[in-house]
């Protein structure tokens, strides 16, 4: 992509769309677990066949978790 992170996260419905890492937007849709990780981090596994991992920066872990109900 020819956009930097941040205005491609400006252009995408907030209401979908989440920044769980200084580098990584994930679409909330596609969450479907959360597993906790050392030093203070989650690890998001997206739905799916593949079921990717996405590690969420520590600064992020508790605005996800607010964002998805669960605190």
Do not use: C, M, Q, Y
């Not at 020819?2 to 909330?28: M, Q, S, W, Y």
Request: no cysteine; charged share 35%; net charge positive.
């Amino acid at each position: 992509l020819d956009a930097t992170i941040l205005e491609l996260e400006k252009k995408l419905d907030p209401a979908k769309f989440f920044r769980i890492h200084r580098g990584t937007l994930v679409n909330l849709d596609w969450v479907g677990e959360l597993h906790a990780d050392f030093g203070g981090r989650l690890v998001v596994r997206l739905r799916g066949d593949t079921r990717h991992e996405l590690v969420v920066s520590r600064d992020r872990v508790r605005p996800l978790k607010e964002r998805l109900g669960l605190s």
